[in-house]
């Protein structure tokens, strides 16, 4: 991970028990700091109702914006939608969890970072393949391309078969 730039805190150290309500906005600055991310422009505003207990915490994570990706299929700029939720129980302790749904903080801690899993969160909410919802809508040059290239390979394959393959095709008959 890179320099820490913008970090999702909540100080709950003076805070008295009970619910809690906290906003955050994050932004490409956000995703910065994480090496190779898939998303480079983003707009998210997160809603975390929290709650302090006396020997956890409750954080109730509710997010939706739009984050900007490539498009699969031609690398273009895509902006998509992305919305959910997580509920995350954070216990004190050096404990480690299996759970994604348990969270283990030091007992001397008196902030909470939950950056890492809100990046989590928004990269799971993007679908697993972006691109444009048209293909008229890509970068009609790059598709060309591509298409040429899928045609030479195919012409290429025709002609010829790799004496390695042949000696194995042999055994499949």
């Known amino acids: 991970m890179k320099k820490k730039k913008q970090r999702l ?4 150290s003076g805070l008295k028990e009970g619910k809690h309500e906290f906003n955050f906005s994050i932004s490409a600055e956000f995703f910065e700091q994480y090496e190779q991310s898939l998303v480079e422009v983003a707009d ?3 809603e ?3 709650e302090k207990k006396k020997n956890l915490l409750e954080l109730d994570i509710v997010f939706e914006g739009t984050v900007e990706s490539n498009c699969d299929r031609c690398m ?16 004190f302790g050096d404990e480690e969890s299996d759970d994604d749904h348990i969270m283990y903080i030091p007992d001397s801690a008196y902030e909470l970072d939950f950056s890492d899993q809100v990046y989590e ?5 993007m ?11 890509c970068n009609q040059e790059v598709l060309e391309k591509l298409r040429e290239y899928s045609s030479a390979r195919e012409d290429e394959d025709d002609d010829e078969i790799d004496p390695r393959w042949a000696a ?3 055994l499949k008959k």
């Open 48 to 50: 975390v109702i929290f």
């Open 44 to 46: 998210v505003s997160i």
């Open 127 to 137: 679908p697993a393949k972006v691109e444009h919802e048209d293909e008229e809508d």
């Open 168 to 170: 194995l095709n042999k």
């Open 121 to 125: 969160l928004i990269n799971l909410a």
């Open 9 to 12: 805190l909540i100080p709950f």
């Open 76 to 91: 273009d700029s895509l902006s998509i939608a992305i919305e959910g939720d997580e509920f995350l129980i954070v216990k």
